[in-house]
DNA sequence: GGATATTGTTCGCACTTCAAACAATACCGG
DNA sequence: CCGGTATTGTTTGAAGTGCGAACAATATCC
């Protein structure tokens, strides 16, 4: 139940009907592909005529194609439809505090090539090496194709709408156009978008596997920082200021850790990598400035090393792990209690310890959880090595093509 | 950029975009009345000619009907068009644990008629009791005039969906389903909410003013406990469980007092009228279970008196609620963090003193707000002599017919 | 080889927006 | 009082849509 917008609302034309069952026979031949005309038109529970119009102006849109005549038990046999992906190029850059991602794929976010190097601080350096890049690899691996536009995801604050990177503290970025110097850099159109509502994208929008399909639900990547992305009836939230979803720096004891925000006591310091690890070592974090630990005295010890020496009866990182673990769940019981979402998505080195802390954390969820139907809220773990910033920000360029038209 | 849920879209028939746009020019015409079709024409962007029909359909439908002929420079005059509202009944009820309230109210939430009395706690007597007292409010002040519903607004968790109220401690219920007993002994449609959601829809759904418009905002109610309403892109969040939107509950700190709930330290333990009261009175409420005292010490002592003694220089009182203050400022940093909403509404006992503890409260915000932009999201106070829980409920029964027709 | 089943196309019809002409007022300046 | 002008609201034909039914094009089965 949607209240109209009068101040910004868009009025049905005649060709406005059509947009819509465009859009829809698109994505259901994007999920349900390889599928016919008749199937098509039954599962949109429309008339094969219309649906035969449809097909037509989306193969004239060179949206999809005609490919091999499939079999049937009986009758003609149906010419199955396809998404045309594989020769529509994006590329997508992921920048992190210690290295720069490079990846380009096609349409469906399938890879075709990916390069990793160290991070160039200075702006323009960095404009100029990435756009040195960005055709070399297009020129290496492009095979001639066009290349639709670049996504970018930087940790930290973007507004997603000018492409100007606000904050980025992991970075020393602040108040940089980074869309218009890449623009002009490359001649592609640029999307830029913060790290962790990229994943929730890439979540959103990736290629149907089985556990995609929600639309309402929550994305968290705990690592340096915890990243969350919400969507939120198959939209992002972005908010006002483009700052929506940083459950990162809620409280969970106002005279907790010292964050890097600042403020004390943030879901973050307690959950952050450097939180798990200073558990570990020892550290008091209450009393140094986070950033200052991190080059000191962490060296190259990362979680995922914690996490191997949990494996092999270090009793002392497993406690590590599960005292993170605990916290992890009273912040997720949170998120549940004020999101309510279909499900809440993984991610992060401590989750690849999942086996070991899920108990610890499902306990912590129930503890303060509303509803025992709020506890039983599907967690589903996904894999870092699927690189969700990037597939996201390769998302940010193709899913423009598959949203649903703005209406009413 | 909203993605297409395949698994339940709408498809656009012949009759959709004029579906789309009759339900623009009502919200329009709901918006500016008194407006002729030519200035409605204008706002829609379209020629008179489909107006003209459009505003046919809608006095057919008896949804608007023409007034008086407006005054105009030069040329014809207009006949202007007005909402059917008047003659349109709806019934309001908030069911509180002390007292509960009914109104009768036209389809613009014109109030008719109210009346309040104690709270009936055994189910079947409620039900018959309010049964009765809507038979003759109706028949008392309905001057003949169809009713086309019943909202009512519980404080506890409730499934809007199926009618049913899952658990409202404060009254004792748990798992009733209400909305069939309700509707059985009135013959009347019945729909629910809860009373944080329903203030939100109030503010969402209520006639223009100066202060309404935003379809991003966050309703906050501060009183014997704290209710939340968020509205995302004109629309109130429930979840997968309904109950979305339980800020009251998160963690400001773990080990703080007990909460109504079970747990340690949420937000409401922090801020509500009891917790207020408790500092001023030095009660400890980590060791007593709240309910406890709300009988047994409280009296009929509120904190409206509370107020009314800051205000005459009670400096114990002033600050007890200035530490209320700060905590709400610090949830209500959170809240910004998270939703990044256009504006935030606050109402309830302790914010007619807004003027008292305004400063402070900003100065907590912007203690834990991420972005000087967020530090600045701008607090609308409401007034609780508006009844924003019975305007909830009325707009349960008289929102459906200005919603947006879902499409896509 | 005819009956049957299925896919994909075509055509008339009903419904829609859209642009333009039209009728109905009203005011103004002589 | 009368024509000129401006504005509102209606009507009309053209073009874009979905809908239903008939149609042609395959394919399998008995």
Tied chains: 1, 2.
Aim: aromatic share 6%; hydrophobic share 40%; with cysteine.
């Amino acid at each position: 139940m949607r209240k109209i917008n009068t101040r910004d609302f868009h009025v049905a034309t005649r060709t406005t009907s059509r947009d819509i069952n465009r859009h829809i026979a698109l994505n259901l031949i994007r999920e349900h592909q390889p599928i016919s005309r008749a199937d098509l038109a039954r599962r949109m529970n429309m008339t094969r005529g219309v649906v035969s119009v449809l097909v037509q102006e989306l193969i004239a849109q060179a949206l999809i194609y005609e490919g091999a005549t499939g079999e049937a038990a009986r009758g003609r046999k149906p010419t199955f439809l396809h998404i045309r992906t594989h020769d529509r190029l994006v590329v997508a850059v992921d920048v992190r505090f210690t290295r720069t991602y490079l990846m380009l794929c096609d349409f469906s976010g399938r890879q075709l090539a990916i390069e990793t190097y160290d991070t160039v601080f200075s702006i323009p350096e960095f404009v100029k090496d990435l756009a040195a890049r960005i055709r070399k690899l297009l020129k290496r691996q492009g095979l001639g194709f066009t290349c639709e536009g670049i996504g970018l995801v930087v940790p930290g604050m973007v507004d997603q709408r000018t492409g100007k990177i606000l904050n980025a503290p992991a970075l020393g970025w602040r108040d940089v156009d980074i869309r218009t110097k890449l623009a002009g850099a490359t001649g592609l159109p640029v999307h830029i978008e913060n790290s962790g509502r990229a994943s929730a994208l890439a979540q959103l929008w990736s290629e149907p596997t089985e556990t995609t399909g929600a639309h309402n639900f929550v994305y968290i990547s705990v690592s340096d920082g915890v990243g969350v992305g919400v969507v939120v009836n198959g939209e992002l939230l972005r908010g006002r200021d483009h700052i929506a979803g940083e459950f990162g720096h809620m409280p969970i004891s106002m005279d907790g850790p010292r964050c890097m925000c600042g403020a004390n006591g943030c879901w973050e310091a307690y959950t952050s990598n450097l939180a798990t690890l200073s558990r570990y070592f020892g550290w008091n974090l209450s009393k140094h400035s986070p950033k200052h630990l991190k080059v000191a005295e962490r060296g190259s010890f990362t979680v995922l090393d914690l996490v191997a020496r949990a494996r092999s009866k270090d009793s002392k990182a497993l406690a590590a792990l599960l005292s993170t673990g605990r916290f992890l769940g009273l912040g997720i019981a949170t998120i549940i209690n004020v999101v309510n979402p279909d499900c809440i998505y993984l991610t992060g080195e401590i989750i690849t310890a999942w086996d070991l802390i899920e108990d610890t954390v499902r306990r912590a969820i129930a503890e303060r959880a509303l509803t025992e139907a709020a506890t039983r809220t599907p967690l589903r773990v996904t894999s870092t090595q699927e690189y969700p910033r990037l597939r996201g920000a390769a998302a940010l360029i193709a899913a423009p093509t598959f949203a649903a038209p703005r209406v009413a």
